[in-house]
């Protein structure tokens, strides 16, 4: 695998899909186009000017229209993509330069696909020989980190070959057998009306957890991954674009000091605010932190606590330029090799994670890290629960759903489940109160969590959950909610 060989791969990649996108200018019709559509790598996995002219066609494609090299050029005008896209005349030297005849595009595709599987492989060969390299680690363990990546990697590049339900069936034994259960574990979050209903969060799920700003994402999800880190079954990996390790902790404190809800006296739990003073009242300003929990008996308890799942729960700061998909990627396998396989991932949130070179529309963008971190839940065989931002129409609406998420389709199409937080007293109906405003100060008390999407079973369900936010936490003894709320006909099954 040395620089040369690696710099004609290259070289034939790019001459393969100047050729392809070439004929199909050359000879255009809605058949190749859904052959490239659906078959061809994803737009991308292009070169820079390829990739426009790639999504101009898929673009038109996707109306049903006919299109040709000026209806291309016309299109990428509209966009103002047309210079990024090479020009009008490297986008007609294209469709003049190939000299495949039509009846070979599909052969083309097919072997630019090919292509793309093996530059994958050979991306992860070279990530493996980095590190091997430059990490402690051993280069035994190195390629056992890797080693179901590359059966996965391995597997889609054969994925035109159909298997029968018998031999299936016999692979499925023989990985159980060997006591490889992937794909047959689920882990409560704690939360029980929710688990309930959507069974758990399970290997190769992608899980998204939207709302506006301020209703309690990221309290909810770093409660789940407390309650999955503090249950034992798995190792959890929290990152998050927001807020540092040392934030979160102290978010952990005030939760671990009143947990388990409704037994310990709310007069008796730590706040942030106490940790605070403990330390300013340090007599010479100066105090170990542990110290400090141990002054206390009420900080003996959170700290009993925490030591219970203290290297169980991994949390990281995510990076704008450092933490992309392939580092989130790259902390998952290292973990699996540490945990037994067993890991739950936690992205807060989702259109924080970066993506280069960046896409010129966010929906772009977010489309991108959706499927990726799908296709992730899927071959690492692994939970990836994320919080999705709500967008300018969904912070205006009155109650907030999936197509108010920031980005694009593909976050409703890629989730497996989809919970919607919105505030009680936002989306009562007003029946609920015309006789009684008081009742509002109640309401303000409760955050509503809606399983708009579950894949698997019930959806269309409202559950509404006490906030305990001077504690970051939401009392997870949840419950269905009885009282009429806005928009209900969008509920109906």
Request: glycine share 6%; hydrophobic share 40%.
């Amino acid at each position: 695998m040395d620089s040369v060989s690696l710099s004609e791969q290259l070289g034939q990649r790019l001459a393969l899909e100047d050729e392809v996108i070439g004929l199909l200018l050359k000879c255009p019709s809605l058949e190749f186009g859904t052959i490239l559509r659906d078959y061809g790598p994803p737009s991308s996995a292009y070169s820079q000017r390829i990739r426009y002219i790639h999504r101009a066609i898929l673009d038109i494609v996707a109306k049903g229209e006919e299109f040709d090299t000026a209806s291309v050029i016309s299109l990428l005008t509209e966009q103002d993509k047309l210079t990024a896209a090479g020009g009008t005349e490297f986008i007609s030297e294209l469709a003049g330069k190939s000299l495949s005849p039509p009846e070979k595009f599909p052969t083309l595709v097919q072997q630019l696909r090919d292509l793309y599987h093996r530059d994958k492989l050979r991306a992860l060969l070279e990530m493996a020989m980095a590190m091997v390299n430059t990490s402690e680690h051993k280069p035994e363990t190195v390629v056992n980190m890797l080693q179901e990546d590359l059966s996965r990697i391995l597997e889609i590049s054969e994925h035109d070959k159909a298997r029968t339900v018998g031999m299936i069936l016999e692979e499925l034994h023989q990985r159980t057998e060997r006591g490889i259960k992937s794909g047959f574990h689920s882990y409560s979050t704690g939360f029980e009306a929710i688990d309930n209903t959507i069974g758990g969060i399970s290997q190769g799920e992608l899980i998204m957890i939207g709302g506006a700003q301020g209703v309690g994402k990221t309290i909810l999800c770093l409660q789940m991954a407390r309650n999955i880190a503090h249950d034992g079954k798995a190792h959890v990996l929290y990152v998050c674009y927001e807020h540092s390790p040392e934030y979160l902790l102290k978010r952990l404190i005030p939760l671990e000091s009143i947990n388990p809800i409704g037994v310990t006296p709310f007069d008796l739990g730590l706040t942030e605010r106490n940790v605070l003073e403990g330390l300013d009242k340090a007599s010479d300003g100066r105090v170990g932190f542990l110290d400090l929990l141990n002054a206390s008996s009420r900080g003996k308890v959170v700290l009993e606590k925490l030591l219970q799942y203290k290297d169980r729960l991994h949390i990281i700061k995510g990076d704008s330029l450092k933490t992309t998909l392939h580092a989130i990627r790259s902390m998952i396998i290292e973990l699996k090799s540490q945990s037994n396989g067993q890991v739950v991932v936690f992205v807060d949130y989702l259109q924080k994670v970066p993506v280069f070179p960046e896409p010129d529309r966010e929906e772009e963008k977010v489309t991108i890290i959706t499927q990726t971190l799908k296709d992730m839940a899927l071959s690492l065989q692994v939970p990836i629960v994320t919080v999705v931002a709500a967008d300018r129409e969904g912070l205006k609406a009155k109650r907030l759903h999936i197509f108010h998420l920031r980005g694009s389709s593909a976050l409703d199409y890629e989730a497996d489940i989809v919970l919607i937080l919105n505030d009680k007293d936002k989306i009562i109906s007003k029946n609920n109160v015309a006789y009684n405003p008081s009742k509002l100060t109640e309401y303000r008390q409760y955050i509503i969590i809606t399983v708009e999407k579950n894949r698997t079973g019930r959806k269309m369900i409202d559950f509404e959950f006490k906030k305990h936010f001077k504690f970051f936490c939401f009392d997870p003894c949840g419950r269905s909610v009885q009282e009429q709320l806005i928009e209900e006909k969008l509920f109906t099954e």
